[in-house]
Protein backbone atom coordinates (compact mmCIF):
# COMPACT_ATOMS: atom_id res chain seq x y z
CA UNK A 1 0.00 0.00 0.00
CA UNK A 2 1.40 3.40 -1.40
CA UNK A 3 1.88 6.40 1.31
CA UNK A 4 0.91 8.45 -1.29
CA UNK A 5 -2.63 7.62 -2.40
CA UNK A 6 -4.21 8.40 -5.83
CA UNK A 7 -7.62 7.58 -6.57
CA UNK A 8 -7.45 4.49 -8.67
CA UNK A 9 -9.19 6.14 -11.57
CA UNK A 10 -10.33 9.03 -13.31
CA UNK A 11 -12.14 9.74 -16.29
CA UNK A 12 -13.63 12.76 -18.66
CA UNK A 13 -14.49 13.56 -21.89
CA UNK A 14 -12.44 15.33 -24.70
CA UNK A 15 -12.13 18.70 -24.14
CA UNK A 16 -12.64 18.40 -20.54
CA UNK A 17 -10.39 19.41 -17.46
CA UNK A 18 -9.46 16.76 -15.30
CA UNK A 19 -7.87 16.22 -11.72
CA UNK A 20 -5.82 14.07 -10.12
CA UNK A 21 -4.93 13.90 -6.28
CA UNK A 22 -1.95 12.36 -4.46
CA UNK A 23 -2.65 12.48 -0.77
CA UNK A 24 1.02 12.08 1.40
CA UNK A 25 2.24 13.95 4.73
CA UNK A 26 4.58 16.25 6.12
CA UNK A 27 7.82 14.12 5.71
CA UNK A 28 6.81 13.66 1.88
CA UNK A 29 5.12 16.28 0.01
CA UNK A 30 4.73 18.34 3.26
CA UNK A 31 8.16 19.14 3.16
CA UNK A 32 9.74 18.20 -0.83
CA UNK A 33 8.71 18.55 -4.43
CA UNK A 34 6.39 16.35 -5.72
CA UNK A 35 7.40 14.62 -9.38
CA UNK A 36 4.46 13.32 -11.83
CA UNK A 37 4.74 10.50 -14.30
CA UNK A 38 2.31 9.93 -17.15
CA UNK A 39 2.86 6.24 -18.25
CA UNK A 40 1.10 5.37 -21.79
CA UNK A 41 -0.04 1.77 -22.14
CA UNK A 42 2.55 -0.49 -22.56
CA UNK A 43 5.89 1.90 -22.41
CA UNK A 44 7.90 2.79 -19.37
CA UNK A 45 6.91 6.38 -17.50
CA UNK A 46 7.51 9.58 -18.59
CA UNK A 47 8.59 12.67 -16.79
CA UNK A 48 5.38 15.07 -16.85
CA UNK A 49 5.75 17.62 -13.91
CA UNK A 50 9.17 18.43 -12.38
CA UNK A 51 9.53 20.67 -8.54
CA UNK A 52 5.24 20.18 -8.02
CA UNK A 53 4.68 22.85 -10.93
CA UNK A 54 6.93 22.85 -13.85
CA UNK A 55 7.02 21.37 -17.23
CA UNK A 56 9.60 19.38 -18.91
CA UNK A 57 10.73 21.16 -22.40
CA UNK A 58 7.62 19.21 -25.04
CA UNK A 59 4.91 18.91 -22.15
CA UNK A 60 2.11 20.65 -23.23
CA UNK A 61 0.72 23.35 -21.04
CA UNK A 62 -2.68 21.65 -20.56
CA UNK A 63 -0.97 19.62 -17.88
CA UNK A 64 -0.36 21.86 -14.58
CA UNK A 65 0.89 20.78 -11.06
CA UNK A 66 0.31 22.22 -7.93
CA UNK A 67 0.40 21.69 -4.42
CA UNK A 68 -1.17 22.88 -0.77
CA UNK A 69 0.35 21.57 2.72
CA UNK A 70 0.11 17.54 2.11
CA UNK A 71 -1.43 16.96 -1.16
CA UNK A 72 -0.12 17.74 -4.74
CA UNK A 73 -2.61 18.09 -7.64
CA UNK A 74 -2.19 17.27 -11.60
CA UNK A 75 -4.78 18.88 -13.89
CA UNK A 76 -5.22 17.77 -17.45
CA UNK A 77 -7.22 20.80 -19.19
CA UNK A 78 -8.67 20.18 -22.94
CA UNK A 79 -8.47 16.68 -22.32
CA UNK A 80 -7.34 14.58 -25.73
CA UNK A 81 -7.77 10.75 -26.13
CA UNK A 82 -4.01 10.64 -25.94
CA UNK A 83 -3.90 11.40 -22.52
CA UNK A 84 -5.23 7.88 -21.78
CA UNK A 85 -2.75 6.71 -19.23
CA UNK A 86 -1.32 5.65 -15.91
CA UNK A 87 -0.33 9.00 -14.11
CA UNK A 88 1.93 8.79 -10.76
CA UNK A 89 3.11 10.90 -8.20
CA UNK A 90 6.50 10.72 -6.51
CA UNK A 91 8.00 12.65 -3.67
CA UNK A 92 11.52 12.32 -1.20
CA UNK A 93 10.47 10.78 1.94
CA UNK A 94 12.17 12.08 5.02
CA UNK A 95 11.43 9.33 7.33
CA UNK A 96 13.77 6.16 7.63
CA UNK A 97 16.94 7.69 6.34
CA UNK A 98 15.02 8.82 3.29
CA UNK A 99 13.93 7.08 0.15
CA UNK A 100 11.45 8.02 -2.60
CA UNK A 101 7.57 6.99 -2.89
CA UNK A 102 5.54 6.64 -5.60
CA UNK A 103 1.44 6.87 -5.68
CA UNK A 104 -0.53 3.66 -6.48
CA UNK A 105 -1.57 5.12 -9.78
CA UNK A 106 -4.11 6.80 -11.52
CA UNK A 107 -5.78 4.94 -15.09
CA UNK A 108 -7.42 8.12 -16.64
CA UNK A 109 -10.07 7.38 -19.40
CA UNK A 110 -11.08 9.58 -21.92
CA UNK A 111 -14.68 9.05 -23.05
CA UNK B 1 20.99 11.40 -27.39
CA UNK B 2 20.38 9.69 -23.83
CA UNK B 3 19.59 6.33 -23.42
CA UNK B 4 18.89 3.81 -21.29
CA UNK B 5 19.08 -0.27 -21.25
CA UNK B 6 18.22 -2.87 -18.73
CA UNK B 7 19.44 -5.84 -19.29
CA UNK B 8 19.56 -9.42 -17.39
CA UNK B 9 17.79 -12.99 -17.12
CA UNK B 10 13.98 -13.29 -17.69
CA UNK B 11 13.22 -16.16 -15.23
CA UNK B 12 15.09 -16.58 -12.14
CA UNK B 13 13.98 -19.38 -9.11
CA UNK B 14 13.13 -18.66 -5.88
CA UNK B 15 15.78 -18.15 -3.66
CA UNK B 16 18.01 -17.26 -5.88
CA UNK B 17 19.59 -13.70 -6.84
CA UNK B 18 18.99 -11.57 -9.47
CA UNK B 19 21.33 -9.60 -11.42
CA UNK B 20 20.43 -6.96 -13.59
CA UNK B 21 22.37 -4.48 -15.55
CA UNK B 22 21.13 -0.70 -16.44
CA UNK B 23 23.57 -0.27 -19.27
CA UNK B 24 23.64 4.24 -20.35
CA UNK B 25 24.52 6.59 -23.06
CA UNK B 26 24.31 10.26 -23.35
CA UNK B 27 25.43 11.01 -19.98
CA UNK B 28 27.94 10.33 -17.51
CA UNK B 29 27.57 8.92 -14.08
CA UNK B 30 30.67 11.36 -13.00
CA UNK B 31 28.91 14.35 -13.35
CA UNK B 32 28.01 16.01 -10.37
CA UNK B 33 24.57 15.92 -9.35
CA UNK B 34 23.56 12.52 -11.61
CA UNK B 35 22.47 9.39 -10.54
CA UNK B 36 21.28 6.08 -11.86
CA UNK B 37 18.19 4.44 -10.11
CA UNK B 38 15.84 1.10 -10.21
CA UNK B 39 12.20 1.17 -10.09
CA UNK B 40 10.09 -1.71 -10.77
CA UNK B 41 6.32 -2.46 -11.56
CA UNK B 42 4.65 -5.51 -11.00
CA UNK B 43 2.12 -6.85 -13.68
CA UNK B 44 -1.06 -4.58 -13.66
CA UNK B 45 0.39 -2.55 -10.25
CA UNK B 46 1.95 0.46 -9.28
CA UNK B 47 5.78 1.71 -9.41
CA UNK B 48 7.90 0.60 -6.81
CA UNK B 49 10.99 2.51 -6.16
CA UNK B 50 13.80 0.37 -5.21
CA UNK B 51 17.49 2.32 -5.22
CA UNK B 52 19.60 4.88 -6.59
CA UNK B 53 23.34 5.25 -6.91
CA UNK B 54 24.79 9.40 -7.37
CA UNK B 55 27.86 9.81 -8.83
CA UNK B 56 30.01 10.29 -5.99
CA UNK B 57 28.54 6.84 -4.96
CA UNK B 58 26.75 7.66 -2.34
CA UNK B 59 23.44 4.80 -2.30
CA UNK B 60 19.97 5.09 -1.50
CA UNK B 61 17.50 2.33 -0.76
CA UNK B 62 14.17 1.25 -0.47
CA UNK B 63 13.81 1.13 3.56
CA UNK B 64 11.54 -2.36 3.10
CA UNK B 65 14.29 -4.21 0.64
CA UNK B 66 17.27 -2.86 2.16
CA UNK B 67 18.51 -6.03 3.50
CA UNK B 68 18.09 -7.71 -0.37
CA UNK B 69 19.12 -5.04 -2.63
CA UNK B 70 23.21 -3.52 -3.73
CA UNK B 71 23.42 -1.08 -6.50
CA UNK B 72 26.85 -0.48 -7.59
CA UNK B 73 28.24 1.13 -10.68
CA UNK B 74 31.08 0.77 -13.47
CA UNK B 75 31.61 4.92 -14.71
CA UNK B 76 34.00 4.09 -17.20
CA UNK B 77 31.45 0.87 -18.78
CA UNK B 78 28.58 3.20 -17.84
CA UNK B 79 26.71 0.61 -16.26
CA UNK B 80 24.58 0.48 -13.12
CA UNK B 81 24.32 -3.12 -11.58
CA UNK B 82 21.45 -3.87 -9.06
CA UNK B 83 21.42 -7.19 -7.47
CA UNK B 84 18.57 -8.39 -5.02
CA UNK B 85 18.56 -11.71 -3.04
CA UNK B 86 16.62 -14.76 -2.28
CA UNK B 87 14.29 -13.79 -4.83
CA UNK B 88 10.47 -14.09 -4.22
CA UNK B 89 7.16 -14.68 -6.97
CA UNK B 90 6.27 -11.99 -5.75
CA UNK B 91 9.26 -9.76 -6.94
CA UNK B 92 8.08 -10.70 -10.36
CA UNK B 93 7.53 -7.36 -12.49
CA UNK B 94 8.80 -5.26 -15.18
CA UNK B 95 12.29 -3.53 -13.72
CA UNK B 96 13.34 0.13 -15.24
CA UNK B 97 16.44 1.85 -14.88
CA UNK B 98 15.92 5.34 -14.84
CA UNK B 99 18.38 8.71 -14.85
CA UNK B 100 18.34 11.23 -12.09
CA UNK B 101 19.24 14.35 -14.12
CA UNK B 102 20.19 17.48 -13.21
CA UNK B 103 18.02 19.86 -15.59
CA UNK B 104 15.18 19.29 -13.67
CA UNK B 105 15.80 17.50 -10.81
CA UNK B 106 15.78 18.86 -7.58
CA UNK B 107 15.31 15.31 -5.64
CA UNK B 108 15.96 11.56 -5.68
CA UNK B 109 12.61 11.01 -6.85
CA UNK B 110 12.92 12.75 -10.46
CA UNK B 111 13.54 10.67 -12.96
CA UNK B 112 13.71 12.52 -16.19
CA UNK B 113 14.97 9.62 -18.73
CA UNK B 114 13.81 5.90 -18.17
CA UNK B 115 14.80 2.34 -19.86
CA UNK B 116 12.46 0.37 -21.89
CA UNK B 117 12.13 -2.01 -18.79
CA UNK B 118 12.96 -5.63 -18.42
CA UNK B 119 10.85 -8.15 -17.58
CA UNK B 120 11.48 -10.88 -14.85
CA UNK B 121 9.51 -13.90 -13.63
CA UNK B 122 9.95 -15.42 -10.49
CA UNK B 123 9.05 -18.89 -10.85
CA UNK B 124 10.60 -22.43 -10.20
Known amino acids: QSVLTQPPSASGTPGQRVTISCSGS????????VYWYQQLPGTAPKLLIY???QRPSGVPDRFSGSKSGTSASLAISGLRSEDEADYYC????????????FGGGTKLTVL | QITLKESGPTLVKPTQTLTLTCTFS??????????VGWIRQPPGKALEWLALIYWDDDKRYSPSLKSRLTITKDTSKNQVVLTMTNMDPVDTATYYC????????????????WGQGTQVTVSS
Open chain 1, 51 to 53: RTN
Open chain 1, 26 to 33: GSNIGNNY
Open chain 2, 26 to 35: GFSLSTNGVG
Open chain 1, 90 to 101: AAWDDSLNGHVL
Open chain 2, 98 to 113: ARRGTLYCSSTSCFDH
